[in-house]
Structures are given as structure tokens and as C-alpha cells.
């Protein structure tokens, strides 16, 4: 009896000792772990590239992005200014050669230890409101914000992010995974395989293609023939101009109140698996 009581009394001590030890080393880790973070945050706040370009001389300017958001901006100024958030170590290539402005950033990989702390590593441009310009984007994994510049040309090659544009002239976007947003553009080419396309106005053309999302247009003001095409999702268009609509669906409901088969601007609208709503 007493060799069991104190078997007992040995076996409470031992799990009083582990118990301890898991929560000092559960303290230390945590205190380690607020102080990587508030080292992360002061990090990413740090601006590793800053720029400015005399617009005169860029016919054409190339963004190539590994990992981070990346913010077109209107400038008050009448000039180019590039700034870019991240970490010192990443390489930031920047040349300007025949009228083309390239900017590069490539960024670390992150690695996860059970958690993963991701920074938020930025480049932002200024841009004149007025500039006119081609802008191309090479872009692997982050969010885009554009903001009005009606005489842009802007071509996207998105592979993860969402796209949100307030006004530009012509747009074409080719994006495997992420919403996209417009507000307004003249002509629009968008190639989506995954996401919602959403656009206030369309005032000339569009041709607009998605294997798995809706697309809705708030308004349509067409002018020259157009396509729309959904695999897995609706079309729907809320008001248009006069113009002939072709539906043509597999597997879904077509509720179209405003058709002109006689007008000469054609809109053909295609779904494998969705509705079709013409208001």
C-alpha cells in the first residue's frame, strides 16, 4: 500500500514537471513568435525601391510581379513615380530602353511552421490621369487596383488575384483565378477561368469569356458585334442599346425582354450550364 501511494505521489510530481515545461516552452514560443510578427510588420512597411520617370520618354510600360498587390494610382504631378514595398533582400530591376519602362520584383518564397505569416509587400504607381500609354502586367499571386486613366491601354496576365479597374479605354485580361471588376472602358477582351466579372458600362465592344463564374453587365452600349460565353454560370445584362442578341444555352433559363433582330450590332451570348437575362 505504501509503495503504491508512493508510486503515486512520484507519478503526480513527473506530470507536474512535464506540465510546467510544456508551458514555459508554449510561453517562450509565443513571445518569440509576437516578436517575428511585430519584426515582419515593421519590415513590410519599409519601402525598398523609389522612382520617378519623365513620362515624354515611355511609350510602354512592362510590370513583371512574383508576389504582391499592386496599386496604379493618378498622379497630381506630370510624371511617373514608382514606389515599392517589401523586404531588402528581394532584387527590384528597373531599365528603361527604347520609350519601354520595365519594372521586375521578385519575392521571396514564404515558409509555414504550423502558421504562416504573410506580408504584404506592395508596388505602387503614379500615373498621369491623361498619360496615354500601353501598360502590361505580368502578375503570379496578388490583388490589382486601378484606378481612371480613360486614355490607357492595359493588357493583365493574372495567375491569383483579383482585378478591380475604375475607368480605362481598352482592356484585355487573362486571369486563371480571381473576381474582376470594372466600372467603365471602351473595349473590353477578358478571359477568365475562374471568378465573377462584374462591369458598370461598356461603351463600344466586349468580348468576355469564363469556364466558372457569372458575368453581369449593369450597362451595355454596343457598337460593334460582341460575344459573351459562361461554361458554369449566368449572363446577365441589366440594360442595353439597340442591338441583336443570339442566345444560345445548353442547360439553362433565357429571359430576354429587349431584343432587335434588325439592328446591326450582334451580341452572341453562350452558356453550357446557366441562365441567360437580357432586361
Known sequence: ????????????????????????????????????????KEEKKSIIFEKTYNPINIKKLKINNKVSDIEIRNSKENQIKVIIYGKEQEKITSDLENNVLNITKNSEGRICFGFCIYEEDKVIIYLPKEIKLLLEIQNRSGD?????????????HNTSGNIEVEKINKININSISGDIILNEASAIK??????EITIDQILTLANIETASGDIEVTNLNMLENSSM????????????????????????????????????PTLNIYTTSGDITIK
Open 1 to 40: 500500500m505504501k509503495e503504491r501511494k508512493t508510486i503515486n505521489i512520484i507519478l503526480i510530481i513527473f506530470l507536474t514537471l512535464i506540465a510546467g515545461s510544456i508551458m514555459i516552452l508554449m510561453f517562450a514560443i509565443i513571445k518569440e513568435r509576437k516578436n517575428f510578427v511585430s519584426f515582419i
Open 144 to 156: 490589382m487596383i486601378i484606378e481612371q486613366f480613360p486614355n490607357l491601354e492595359l493588357n493583365i
Open 190 to 195: 477578358i478571359k477568365n477561368r475562374s471568378g
Open 229 to 264: 460565353k459562361a461554361t458554369s454560370g449566368n449572363i446577365t445584362i441589366l440594360n442595353i442599346n439597340d442591338i441583336a442578341i443570339l442566345p444560345h444555352t445548353r442547360s439553362g433559363d433565357m429571359q430576354i425582354k429587349r431584343n432587335n433582330q434588325k439592328a446591326k
